[in-house]
C-alpha cells in the first residue's frame, strides 16, 4: 500500500518558485539591495522558466 501523497505536477511547481521567487526578490528590494542585481536576477529566472 502506497501512502506517500502524487508528487505535485512541473506546473505547480513553477508556480510555486515563481511565487517564492517574487517574495524574495521584493524583500531583498525592500532592504535596499542593488535594485539592478534584483532585476537581473528576475529577469534571468523568467528567460530561464520559459
Known amino acids: 500500500?502506497?501512502?506517500?501523497?502524487a508528487a505535485p505536477?512541473?506546473?505547480?511547481?513553477?508556480q510555486r518558485d515563481k511565487?517564492?521567487?517574487d517574495y524574495a526578490l521584493a524583500q531583498?528590494?525592500?532592504w535596499?539591495?542593488?535594485?539592478a542585481?534584483?532585476?537581473g536576477a528576475?529577469?534571468?529566472?523568467?528567460?530561464v522558466s520559459d
Open 1 to 5: 500500500m502506497n501512502t506517500m501523497p
Open 9 to 14: 505536477s512541473m506546473i505547480v511547481i513553477q
Open 19 to 21: 511565487a517564492m521567487l
Open 28 to 30: 531583498r528590494s525592500a
Open 32 to 35: 535596499g539591495d542593488c535594485r
Open 37 to 39: 542585481k534584483v532585476d
Open 42 to 47: 528576475k529577469a534571468w529566472n523568467e528567460n
